[in-house]
């Protein structure tokens, strides 16, 4: 039913975002200096923004379903499509990086403070967590920066093109998501070695990493893989200002400019993207769910 669901899903969000920004104030041909007349009518009738909102709204809806998601009226005589190809992976790469990060590290370090419980690592982690959930991604950003790149030259400040440049921004966006699932994992990971079986695990002579990491980890993530989906619509959103602060060429800060200067298609454009991905991450989690508990089923 979601996949079946999902077109018309990402058909409103188009019909939205398109109604949004058509009602803002401003359009995308308003300049310091004054556009005559006659100009901005051929400007408009070019990108097929003539004639009422409604008929505005039913052609750009027809082309999008087409895959043609038009010309950007901010980049001149480029498409969307273009744009979008180009700046797509390098978000991609910096969310999956970021991704991987928050996911491997957060749950290992839940693992080793729900072993640890009640002792100093335990109390050591969860003040780290605390203090990392604390931070949003656009201070840790400039502090990653100071740190790494000023103080001991070991990262590149910004840019895009090395694996050396990659590290400090996924760093920023994934770290308070580290934080985060470090907790989560940690309540779920000490619900779970109370269990029969994890002590008939023990009884039986088998390690202890052994009975953290495969016994107890594979139910004890669950609330995990339920995390994941918003987790990557964070990350997503969450890249637009680390993209921006690390000038990096992702979308986001195509995205960014887009809104300011009111470019309809390349930020309807943006969005569709950034949906369509969302709506792919949460019917993975249901397929990881079946996966990790067999006594859930699929409709």
């Known amino acids: 039913m979601r996949l079946a669901g999902a077109p018309l899903l990402l058909l409103a969000v188009a019909s939205l975002t398109f109604l949004l920004m058509r009602a ?8 310091e200096k004054q556009i005559p007349e006659q100009i901005l009518r051929e400007l408009e009738k070019k990108y097929k923004l003539d004639g009422p909102v409604h008929e505005q709204m039913g052609r750009y809806l027809w082309d999008v379903a087409r895959g043609d ?3 950007s009226t901010q980049y001149r005589n480029r498409t969307v499509n273009e744009l979008i190809g180009q700046t797509l992976p390098v978000s991609m790469a910096l969310g999956a990086t970021a991704f991987a990060i928050a ?3 957060g749950s290992v370090l839940g693992i080793c403070a729900a072993a640890a419980h009640n002792r100093p690592p335990d109390y050591a982690l969860m003040v780290l967590a605390l203090v990392g959930v604390s931070l949003p991604s656009f201070i840790l950003g400039p502090l990653l920066m100071l740190v790494f790149s000023f103080w001991l030259g070991w990262f590149p400040v910004g840019g895009w093109g090395e694996l050396r440049q990659l ?10 998501y580290v934080a985060y699932i470090t907790r989560l994992v940690r309540v779920s990971m000490l619900e779970v070695l109370g269990e029969d079986y ?3 695990a023990r009884a ?16 004890a993530a ?6 994941s989906g918003p987790l990557a619509a ?3 959103t969450g890249s637009l200002v680390v993209e921006t602060i690390f000038n990096i060429p992702g979308m986001g800060p195509f995205f960014v400019n887009s809104v300011l200067n009111r470019d309809v298609f390349l930020t309807g454009g943006v969005t569709l993207v950034y949906s369509a991905l969302l709506i792919a991450f949460n019917l993975t989690v249901d397929v990881a769910y079946v996966w990790l508990d067999r006594r859930i089923r699929l409709d």
């Open 24 to 31: 803002a104030p401003g359009g995308p041909f308003d300049r």
């Open 69 to 71: 998601l038009r010309l």
């Open 103 to 105: 996911i491997v590290a």
């Open 167 to 176: 590290w400090l921004p996924a760093l920023a966006l994934s770290l308070p």
């Open 198 to 200: 994890v002590r008939t």
């Open 204 to 219: 039986k002579g088998v390690s202890e990493a052994r009975v953290l990491f495969v016994h107890a980890f594979r139910n």
């Open 222 to 227: 669950l609330p995990l893989v339920s995390y």
């Open 234 to 236: 964070f990350i997503l």
